[in-house]
């Protein structure tokens, strides 16, 4: 079974500075898709962004970037300029290449306060 | 704004209530999903629908009864239930159940039970 995991529970940034969060995973399968998924006060699960394993090249989203060490089975989320509305719950998310019905595996979450 | 929409955004009910909770999405997505959240934890999957047909039940209780009447609704028909079932409840969908496309979620249900 995968598993993945955020070890850190919160972090905090200065507003318009850099900050990453860390993701790992553990699989036995060589094509699959990570996640990020923001999760503000407001409830809704909006997705940051997504990469594909068999890509060796880091997907990257205006001020969002991944580091994809996919031997090292890490994923961590680089946040450049953060913005006040960055301030959220952040979830990495695993899911499988194959399969009728892939489930979506969340780690535990890390709270991300930025600071003005 | 959300393509995946939930109503209603807040139920309070009582232990011998039976409410339901609507999701619909007109994106053209054949599977839709169903989880519950806890406060600061991540979303639990409970029910996958696929073709408006019922593929995964995480072994969640009979007090909660998923329905798709069509590809663009989800229900979530509640009876009988406890205290540890207040949470956030999530509907998202995908347009095939496997694959590489993301979740699309919808703003969720806050459900109380009293």
């Known amino acids: 079974a995968q598993t993945v995991t955020q070890s850190q529970p919160e972090m905090s940034v200065q507003e318009a500075e850099t900050v990453t969060l860390s993701c790992t995973y553990d699989t036995s399968e060589s094509d699959y898709y990570l996640f990020w998924y923001k999760q503000p006060p407001s409830r809704q699960m909006i997705l940051v962004i997504r990469?594909?394993?068999?890509?060796?090249q880091n997907a990257t989203e205006n001020r969002f970037s991944v580091n994809f060490q996919k031997a090292a089975k890490s994923f961590s989320l680089k946040i450049s300029d953060s913005q006040l509305g960055d301030a959220a719950m952040y979830f990495c998310?695993?899911?499988?290449?194959?399969?009728?019905?892939?489930?979506?595996?969340f780690g535990k979450g890390i709270t991300l306060s930025v600071r003005p | 704004d959300t393509e995946v929409t939930q109503t209603p955004k807040h139920l309070v009910m009582g232990m011998t209530n039976k409410k339901s909770l609507k999701c619909e999405q007109h994106?053209?997505?054949?599977?839709m999903y169903w989880y519950k959240q806890k406060a600061k934890k991540p979303p639990e999957l409970m029910f996958v629908y696929s073709y408006e047909k019922l593929s995964i039940n995480e072994s969640v209780p009979s007090r909660f009864s998923p329905e798709c009447p069509n590809s663009s609704l989800l229900n979530l028909h509640l009876h009988a239930l406890q205290p540890e079932d207040s949470a956030l409840y999530l509907c998202a969908s995908t347009r095939t159940a496997g694959g590489r496309e993301p979740q699309h979620f919808g703003d969720g249900t806050r459900l109380s039970i009293l």
């Open positions: 998310a695993y899911r499988s290449f194959t399969g009728a019905n892939s489930k979506l595996t």
């Open positions: 994106m053209g997505h054949r599977a």
């Open positions: 990469q594909e394993a068999y890509k060796q």
